[in-house]
């Protein structure tokens, strides 16, 4: 089973910016759609981006479009999520899941642990 490893989040302002990372070391991520997702206490697990294999293909949630950015560098066997004009309603953990396919399908196998991510002034 692929482990992944979230890093990158912490404390910021609102209107602030991180870049989350999601990496193994083990096998490569290149055959892999990743996703991101989110989960605020008290709530729901929240789908928020998926990159394709390749990077070509990116969706987004509409709480993060033309905030967040996802991208991947499959020769470091890593993917990114660019976060931008960061709100408190943004605060949540954020993990990093892969997909059974190559594209994004909705079915996620792999999941990190987790990284915290905190907007407040």
């Known amino acids: 089973q692929l482990q992944l490893v979230e890093s990158g989040g912490g404390l910021v302002q609102p209107g602030g910016s991180l870049r989350l990372s999601c990496a193994t070391s083990?096998?490569?991520?290149?055959?892999?759609?990743i996703g991101w997702f989110r989960q605020a206490p008290g709530k729901e697990r929240e789908g928020i981006s998926c990159?394709?294999?390749?990077?070509?293909?990116?969706n987004y949630a509409d709480s993060v479009k033309g905030r967040f950015t996802i991208s991947r560098d499959n020769a470091k066997n890593t993917v990114y999520l660019q976060m931008n004009s960061l709100k408190p309603e943004d605060t949540a953990v954020y993990y990093c899941?892969?997909?059974?396919?190559?594209?994004?399908?909705?079915?996620?196998?792999?999941w990190g642990q987790g990284t915290q991510v905190t907007i407040s002034s």
């Open positions: 899941a892969a997909d059974y396919h190559h594209f994004c399908s909705g079915t996620f196998g792999s």
């Open positions: 083990a096998l490569t991520l290149d055959y892999y759609a």
């Open positions: 990159i394709d294999s390749s990077g070509a293909s990116t």
